[in-house]
């Protein structure tokens, strides 16, 4: 048995800019409401510290570890919940529409033994931190974009 959450944007830049925000960490601070600190490398096996701010919860330090990743596409991490007995694969991928188009999809993923205690709240939570994650990086990445086009190269 799973569970998922997921929510997708488009967003009206490249997809070379998007990963350029989701990669750097350091910035993670300047537009990522739900994950407000990142810190770690983009390197398979290797444990992330993730500051993971959701609606209604105080902020929580997560240390999940990079499943996969693909440069300009997808970082996945993984992470367990209820003692182990659920696994949770967090990603964040990316789909290149064009040279001025992208849409970004981030969502999570429960599979395991007690899944089915992974409630509704807990999924509704979620699926409103995750879209809000996803309009703050879209508004974040069009007007990045957008001064970028208005800059003299």
Sequence with gaps: MQRAVEHRIGIQAPAELIWELISDFSTWG????VHPKAEGQLKIGTALTVHQALPGEPVRVIQPVVQDWVPFEQLHWRSSRLGG???????IEIE??????STFSNGEL????LVRWVGKEDRRKLRAAYAQMGEALRDHAEA???QRQQSPT
């Design 144 to 146: 990045l974009w957008s």
């Design 110 to 113: 429960f599979m395991g033994m």
């Design 30 to 33: 300047t537009w990522n409401p």
């Design 85 to 91: 007995f659920v696994t949770a694969v967090r990603y």
């Design 96 to 101: 290149n529409m064009g040279p001025h188009n």
